[in-house]
């Protein structure tokens, strides 16, 4: 633990020292439980509100992948973060009129939700002369509220990015409606499991099922035990979101 901090500071980095562990013991129990590794899991967190410092900290702890919801905190905390030893990607909604500020940036997008942002971060990728690997957002509840494409949709659009040639698809993701029981939730990510194997087994150019992200703090093992290999979770590795 780094020197000469404040005694608030001291005990916020152990509490994310002890969640840390915790988190980690449990996604492994969870990926166990449905007959993977835990290092089939790729645990990301969801640094929203959270401050380099204790971001950096939890990477030092063994943290390799986060993530943030908003273009304009992510630049401003961009020079902070200990990027050499993490990934970083974006996972909140994303406006086309943003992409230009984080392709380069950001390894993957995860919240790729129609065939116009598609060509936005395209045609970004192909300015700066990289390929950037994107996920498609699923809105698994079909919820008025929520970004992410209809289930029955997704094939459609999936072919279309396809053909995008400086954009790569390397899974889905999804955030499930709220639900009271988890028995209800867990019906939401098998039904994205299905539809992740369904997209494996066809034979889409430039379209591969790497990553099926799901599960956040409060249902991370659930969403593991029905089949997904990254999960975000924000509040449990880092305590209650702090707005200023």
Do not use: W
């Not at 000469?4 to 996604?27: G, P």
């Not at 867990?186 to 099922?209: G, P, Q, W, Y």
């Amino acid at each position: 633990m780094p020197e000469k901090l404040s005694e608030e500071m001291s005990e916020r980095l152990e509490a994310v020292r002890l969640n840390y562990e915790e988190i980690t013991q449990a996604i492994a129990g969870a990926a166990v439980q449905s007959g993977r590794k835990p290092e089939d899991i790729t645990f990301l967190a969801a640094t929203k509100t959270v401050e380099p410092a204790v971001i950096n900290y939890a990477v030092s702890l063994g943290l390799r992948c986060i993530g943030e919801n908003k273009v304009q905190e992510l630049l401003s905390k961009y020079d902070e973060y200990d990027l050499a030893h993490c990934d970083l990607q974006f996972i909140g909604h994303l406006q086309t009129n943003k992409v230009r500020q984080i392709v380069g940036k950001v390894s993957m997008i995860q919240s790729v939700d129609s065939l116009r942002l598609a060509q936005e971060i395209d045609r970004q990728s192909a300015k700066n002369g990289i390929i950037t690997d994107v996920l498609a957002e699923v809105n698994i509840g079909r919820e008025e509220n929520k970004s992410g494409v209809f289930a029955e949709a997704l094939e459609e659009l999936l072919k279309q990015m396809s053909e995008l040639h400086h954009i790569k698809v390397r899974g889905l993701m999804t955030i499930p409606p709220v639900c009271d029981r988890k028995a209800d939730v867990c019906k939401f990510f098998d039904r994205m499991h299905e539809l992740f194997i369904d997209i494996s087994a066809k034979t889409l150019d430039n379209v591969n099922m790497d990553f099926l992200s799901m599960g956040m703090s409060d249902d991370f093992t659930e969403a593991i035990q029905s089949g997904a290999n990254m999960v975000r979770i924000g509040s449990k590795l880092f305590g209650a979101r702090i707005y200023r």
